[in-house]
């Protein structure tokens, strides 16, 4: 029997509710017996942010000299891949050969431990029908490439079927397992439909469910007794609270447990059944009216802003008073020399209890979808452990053989460490290890990317001491400088626009504060036609003009209040709030006259043209990913038609 045995756990993020619930499960497991585990947090999905793809060479340090085993979360990783569902199953089968348990997914050759919720979402679901008379049913899913929420919507309409009851279409909404889109959805469908007379409303996750609940009670909907809610998942701590969720309880914590203790078993040689179900139960409270609680009334329970600073300064007051100081602490950049016990002192603050810091030679470029490749030579460039003095051990290791030398590795011991890797935009340059303490996970993830700055910044400042030394001899201060690196981090330097990351950013949070004041707009993607050809014939200078010839075309033909950017090479986007679709024409007609303009009054060699899609958002379809893919599928349609056009055009000699 292999003794400390060390565990690597793959989940999606480390602040969900469901996360936080699964590694209580770890933690707990890793407490009772001589286990420690290395926590991956992918951050791979719709909600990441644009360079947390940088989270996924972390998987190549999953090899037998690491790890003993590997749990992974793998529902929701699942839910986060969507259409590239396959990719990831095969890139689960093509990890090394450790043994591994799956839990939510079932993947051939693998041991799964899987929730059986359908007997609990019927049994809940005839709950409402038999016991309070509810007859009129709204449903609150997530979209349709969500196979945990396809599976459960399955059991809800199953159920009904069999009550003789159906599901309206037009009252089922998308809340993509969020709170905000949740509450934002059901505000919408109240005010395009003020008869819809439903007293029921099953919700797909707790998260969704608050979000509803507080949304029917701020337009004076008396919960339970008008309209009774339901959840899923039982994650959230609501017994104290007013809002008092009945839910399905599907056992997270047991799950990890029952993982990690599978894992071991087949690490000391043991073997697994391939499906080991676990049966969700019902869990019913106040938003049905089971619990004997004073009804929710029909009036807000306070007013929004106020119960939003109620709840941040009972909950996370302590938390965000630490994250105000370090940010105060940081405004100043400064050369590594000078950060290390800056780090440590703030580290301690947020309750971190170890550390490791490897730092690579030189930085990598890395691109999404493309191939990683980790430097051969790394080192420690610091660690501390339990709370002690911090070392600057300064250890030369390869990062391609171990996470860390045998040296720093026999001091990991005591508990689980989760690695993030430090990077900014596409360049990476090295990753750190902390063993994470009391706070909220979303907060710790917050220091990880402020932490990631911080040395990034260092990195650049101790290796730029000449541009430094200039910008200090024309008078011009680091605050000045470190506002001028953030500028420029967000701002495409050919062109002058956003660059991908900036035009991503500020795009959600336009479409997120446009929904919410019930505003929608388009998503505009374009496309130069024939690049390649001007590169191969005229060279790249004269490609690089027709790249900005493109930019300036944006610039003069879309209002100042839309955003712009450049996604890379000659691809383009725009925001444009309050567009419909049918002003869609216009645009190209605009666009089209403008790139005419330009040729006619330049003597380029080229003939400028674009081909441009577009898609709508909405309170069903804000994700600016999504938008963005399929307004680059509305341009390839634009695209190929012109082509079609231009064959149709043209004829063969024989032919004139």
């Known amino acids: 029997m292999k003794e400390n045995k060390r565990v690597g756990v793959i989940v999606n993020t480390i602040y969900s509710e469901y996360s936080v619930s699964f590694m209580k499960g770890v933690d707990r497991y890793c407490a009772e017996n001589k286990c420690s585990y290395y926590l991956f947090p992918l951050e791979h999905g719709k909600n990441s942010g644009i360079y947390d793809y940088h989270c996924e060479t972390l998987l190549t340090f999953i090899n037998k000299n690491n790890l003993d085993g590997l749990v992974f979360a793998s529902s929701t990783l699942a839910n986060n891949y969507k259409s590239d569902l396959p990719r990831l199953v095969e890139s689960i089968k093509m990890l090394p050969p450790i043994p591994k348990v799956s839990v939510g997914l079932e993947i051939e050759g693998i041991p799964t431990i899987k929730i059986n919720a359908k007997k609990a979402i019927k049994d809940l679901t005839s709950h409402l029908i038999e016991e309070h008379g509810c007859k009129k049913f709204a449903l609150m899913r997530c979209d349709s490439g969500n196979f945990e929420s396809v599976e459960r919507e399955n059991c809800v309409v ?73 959840g899923f998942d039982n994650v959230f701590e609501t017994y104290p609270a007013e809002l008092n969720i009945t839910t399905v309880d599907q056992k ?104 490791v810091l490897v730092l690579y030679n030189h930085s990598v470029y890395f691109e999404r979808d493309s191939d990683f490749k980790r430097p051969d030579s790394a080192r420690v460039a610091m660690t501390f452990f339990n709370d002690r003095n911090y070392e600057r051990p300064d250890i030369i290791f390869n990062p391609n053989a171990l996470i860390v030398p045998p040296e720093v590795s026999e001091k990991l011991v005591d508990g689980g460490y989760t690695i993030y890797p430090i990077y900014a935009e596409s360049f990476q340059y090295g990753y750190i290890l902390l063993k994470l303490g009391r706070f909220e996970r979303i907060f710790y993830q917050s220091v990880f990317e402020l932490i990631s700055k911080e040395i990034v910044t260092s990195i650049k400042i101790t290796g730029e001491q000449t541009e430094k030394n200039s910008l200090r001899n024309q008078n011009v201060t680091l605050e000045q400088y470190s506002e001028k690196m953030h500028k420029l981090s967000f701002t495409d330097e050919m062109t002058g626009l956003l660059n991908r990351r900036g035009f991503y950013e500020y795009a959600r949070r336009q479409i997120q504060s446009s929904l919410l004041a019930d505003r929608t707009g388009l998503v505009i993607y374009c496309d130069m036609d024939g690049l390649k050809k001007i590169n191969d014939t005229y060279g790249h200078d004269v490609g690089d003009r027709a790249i900005k010839y493109e930019a300036e075309v944006l610039k003069n033909i879309f209002r100042s209040s839309d955003i712009s950017g450049r996604l890379g090479g000659d691809e383009f986007a725009v925001l444009a709030v ?38 709508e958002f909405g309170p069903g379809n804000n994700d600016i990913e999504e938008l963005i893919n399929s307004a680059d599928s509305s341009q390839y349609e634009d695209k190929r038609a012109k082509k079609e056009a231009q064959k149709k055009k043209k004829k063969f000699w024989w032919q004139k």
């Open 158 to 230: 199953e159920s009904l079927s069999e009550h003789g009851l159906e599901l309206n279409p037009k009252w089922i909404l998308n809340g993509n397992f969020l709170f905000d889109n949740a509450y934002s959805s059901m505000s919408n469908f109240l005010r395009t439909n003020p008869t819809a007379d439903f007293d029921a409303v099953v919700c797909l996750n707790d998260s969704m469910a608050m979000g509803v609940m507080n949304c029917l009670v701020d337009r004076g909907v008396s919960v339970p007794e008008r309209v009774k809610i339901t």
């Open 578 to 615: 309050d567009m419909k679709q049918k002003d869609f024409p216009r645009i190209k007609r605009a666009l089209a006259a403008e790139c005419e303009k330009i040729n006619s009054g330049s003597l380029e060699p080229f003939t400028l043209s674009m081909s441009v899609g577009c898609a």
């Open 252 to 355: 997270i914590e047991d799950f990890s447990f029952k993982a990690m203790e599978g894992v071991c078993k087949l690490i000391d040689g043991g073997r697994l059944p391939p499906l080991e179900l676990v049966d969700a139960a019902v869990k019913l409270r106040g938003s049905c009216g089971c619990v004997e609680k004073e009804p929710l009334p029909a009036k807000k329970l306070f007013e929004p802003e106020l119960k939003r600073r109620y709840e941040i300064f009972r909950m996370g007051g302590n938390q965000l008073y630490m994250l105000h100081y370090f940010l105060m602490e940081t405004q100043t950049p400064v050369p590594l020399e000078n950060l290390y016990s800056r780090l440590h002192y703030s580290l301690c603050l947020f309750d971190i209890r170890g550390m």
